[in-house]
């Protein structure tokens, strides 16, 4: 399967950005999708995932009740709403696939990854 992720930006601190992760090839239905994001000189951290059928995991402590995650298998899409950004958001945003049972929070437990879009949030 490839992935898109697409939809990063240059905000201020506040603003919202809607980010899309974007599925082809292999049956995209089939796999659980974990949001992920890489700060400079900080290794990648777990945000969000959302499991095939939709149930959410994991949101980290630091994005509950500003990020939003959700899925349209019929358009193989993952969209990852970020409100109220902060600078400290700041970071390359990766989306990834895997089939490991519970979302993992694990970078090694996924299987296909996005390029990554970059979320730049000044103050």
């Known amino acids: 399967v490839q992935l898109q992720a697409s939809g990063g930006g240059l905000v201020q601190a506040g603003a919202s950005l809607s980010l899309s992760c974007a599925a082809s090839g292999a049956r995209f239905r089939n796999y659980h999708v974990g949001w992920f994001r890489q700060a400079p000189g900080k290794e990648r951290e777990f945000v969000v995932g959302i499991n095939r059928i939709g149930g959410i995991a994991g949101y980290t402590d630091s994005i509950k009740g500003r990020f939003t995650i959700s899925r349209k298998n019929a358009e193989n899409t993952v969209v990852l709403q970020v409100n109220s950004l902060k600078p400290e958001d700041t970071a390359v945003y990766y989306c990834?696939?895997?089939?490991?049972?519970?979302?993992?929070?694990?970078?090694?437990?996924?299987?296909?990854w996005g390029q990554g879009t970059q979320v730049t949030v000044s103050s």
């Open positions: 990834a696939v895997t089939t490991v049972v519970g979302v993992p929070v694990k970078p090694s437990d996924y299987y296909y």
